[in-house]
């Protein structure tokens, strides 16, 4: 069953230099539903990952409302969005963000450590992440020793283990061969058909088969339209 997660009323980002303004996004009501993989879609530098930004409370707007939950976010605190996101959201980011010196299983734990949770409980929560994943073989394996498509699950276990109600990730195949990004992708589309909502900013038209919805931004403007298609070959 599909229910509303978080919505943007009339909001953008516009960020000042000097005696310039640079409108990174347009005025914008969008919203994103669990059980879907929502695709967003758009070129270099047209506002997409400001927008993920402001879904996942990372970033305030400049103007307007965010509602998580039902909740207005946007009158929360920076300490209250601190602990919104390590208990509510699930990151996943293109260069994986693992900590080096931390073997698969220890990456995986940090947030639950984060949380206060007992290191103990914190390694049996991490395992089984880990082994959804299909990676129950590596937990002691240090960054530097899996493939790029090893590393991108580690990060998706990583998301997964505080057990979030959304997920986003930024370019999360953009580093990753053909395989490795179908593996991923099939592995994100689950986790949205068992009542995730997995919110995804790419550039990559081929990932369209796998979205139950996509939404397009270009020079800041969010539309459902793909007017320029050229800008993603």
């Known amino acids: 069953m599909q229910q509303e997660i978080v919505r943007l009323e009339q909001v953008n980002k516009v960020y000042k230099t000097g005696d310039s303004s640079i409108t990174a996004l347009n005025t914008t009501d969008v919203s994103f539903e669990t059980n879907k993989l929502t695709l967003i879609m758009g070129p270099s530098g047209s506002g997409k990952t ?97 493939s790029g498509g090893q590393k991108q699950r580690v990060a998706i276990a990583r998301a997964l283990v505080t057990d979030p109600s959304m997920i986003l990730c930024d370019e999360p195949t953009a580093s990753l061969d053909a395989h490795s990004a179908e593996v991923i992708m099939t592995e994100l589309k689950e986790l949205a058909e068992g009542g995730k909502a997995v919110i995804i900013v790419t550039h990559d038209l081929r990932l369209r088969k796998f979205a139950d919805k996509t939404i397009y931004v270009e020079e800041g403007i969010v539309s459902m339209n793909l007017k320029n298609e050229q800008y993603y070959k």
């Open 50 to 146: 400001t927008l993920l930004s402001i879904l996942g409370c990372i970033i305030y707007p400049t103007a307007g409302k965010v509602y998580y939950k039902g909740r207005e976010v946007t009158k929360l605190k920076e300490r209250e969005l601190a602990a919104l996101r390590l208990h509510e959201i699930g990151f996943v980011f293109q260069q994986f963000n693992l900590i080096e010196p931390l073997n698969a299983l220890e990456n995986v734990m940090h947030p639950l450590v984060l949380q206060g949770i007992s290191k103990s409980e914190a390694r049996k929560k991490a395992a089984l992440a880990l082994e959804k994943v299909g990676l129950s073989d590596r937990f002691m394996s240090l960054p530097k020793k899996l």
